[in-house]
């Protein structure tokens, strides 16, 4: 259970920069050589709970293996180097 709240909370964490970044970008939208930014985000560590071809005891042998994701970590906030439209 506190594996699961720890991934919800990394991915709350990135959604409220995804949103803060969208809120910058619409502030200044009007602003004369803004350059908008990106929010970009990568994942953490992977936990392997069983791996493939392992053995169970009423099946057989599992064919996949089962893997748990670490949440999401922000990496950066990038600009975008786009030409804007000409005034």
Known sequence: MIRAMWTAATGMTAQQL???????????????????????FGDLLYQIQR???TNASNVGV???GVQVGGG???ITVAK????????
């Open 72 to 74: 999401v970590r922000p």
């Open 62 to 64: 599992f064919p996949v």
């Open 18 to 40: 995804n949103v803060d970044t969208i809120a910058n970008n619409l502030a200044n939208v009007n602003t004369n050589a803004f350059k908008r930014s990106r929010a970009e």
């Open 80 to 87: 975008e180097w786009a030409q804007g439209n000409m005034r």
């Open 51 to 53: 791996l493939p071809g």
